[in-house]
């Protein structure tokens, strides 16, 4: 059964949105605070580029003057799209080990506890071999940053083309090959595991697929939670995020989400898309959240 509390108040959720840092990375704070969060997540760099970027004395001290002002400390970043770790060129692969290792030094000079990454692609050489480039990548990353204490979050994938980590025995794997337990852990996204087969649409499959979860993975290594509604049904493998309660998993689901007293100290960020015919989207996704938490 989904464990809720019986007496709570929006002041109880973690919620928060992915934010642009296009105005300067201490902004994506001031946005997040306006809108009401208690969590963000962000780039630290342009997510589509292969192109590094240092941070700089005076954004390192603002970013940490405004996270002292609003007081959001659950920070997330997210990797830059084209990092692959289990890439079949092993060029890409050199590339994406040298990006991920500069995301988590920025991450690091920032002090976010987290930074969430797509595992990967095997590109037609296998799970098997997928898996273990991957393994093999980070803890060769983690053995070069000793001293980095940023978190590193595999993300559920949907499963489209050759991905990996659309099922939790394929995450379990690779987990279990790093190391480095203590630097790991697990963003789970909504739309991705209901894509992938993971139905959360009902109370019961809701509970069926926690259950899972905590069996093969642990809710005690999720420290972060995607919540994004889904265009497409349950399976279909297709990565299409949708306004919450506006897509096949509708209200029910993320009812059953928010209200998980389980999951409650978990941060939750939307990654919904920003505009409907050209408003603003994130305050109302926002609000449909803490509306259903109350319900």
Same mark, same amino acid.
């Given at each position: ?18 934010? +642009?840092?296009?105005?300067? #990375? ?7 605070? &306006? !809108? =009401? *969060? /208690?969590?963000? @997540? ?106 980095? +204490?940023?978190?590193?979050? #595999? ?7 050759? &991905? !990996? =980590? *659309? /099922?939790?025995? @394929? ?125």
């Amino acid at each position: 059964m989904t464990a809720q509390n019986e007496k709570y108040t929006t002041d109880d959720l973690i919620l928060g949105a992915h934010l +642009s840092i296009s105005c300067g #990375l201490h902004k994506a704070l001031e946005e997040a605070e &306006s !809108l =009401g *969060c /208690r969590a963000l @997540q962000i780039f630290t760099k342009n997510a589509s580029t292969w192109r590094e970027k240092t941070l700089s004395d005076n954004e390192i001290t603002e970013f940490d003057r405004l996270r002292e002002k609003t007081g959001i400390s659950a920070i997330a970043s997210h990797t830059a799209y084209l990092i692959n770790p289990a890439a079949k060129d092993p060029a890409i692969r050199e590339k994406s080990t040298e990006a991920l290792k500069q995301e988590l030094i920025r991450c690091g000079e920032l002090k976010l506890p987290w930074v969430v990454l797509h595992p990967g692609s095997h590109m037609g050489d296998g799970e098997k071999t997928g898996i273990k480039r991957i393994a093999e990548t980070i803890s060769h990353i983690f053995s070069r940053l000793p001293d980095n +204490s940023t978190r590193l979050l #595999l993300e559920t994938t949907a499963g489209q083309g050759t &991905s !990996l =980590g *659309c /099922r939790f025995e @394929q995450l379990a794997e690779i987990m279990q090959k790093i190391p480095y337990p203590q630097r790991l852990g697990i963003c789970l996204d909504t739309c991705h595991i209901f894509a992938a087969g993971y139905d959360i649409s009902n109370k019961k499959a809701y509970d069926k697929t926690i259950k899972n979860f905590d069996r093969i993975l642990g809710i005690k290594n999720l420290f972060l939670i995607h919540v994004n509604d889904a265009l497409k049904p349950c399976g279909s493998r297709v990565d299409r995020h949708a306004h919450i309660g506006k897509g096949m998993i509708g209200d029910k689901g993320f009812s059953c989400l928010v209200k998980d007293s389980r999951l409650a100290h978990i941060p939750k960020i939307l990654e919904t898309p920003k505009k409907n015919n050209g408003e603003n989207m994130d305050p109302a996704n926002l609000a449909h959240l803490r509306a259903l938490y109350l319900s």
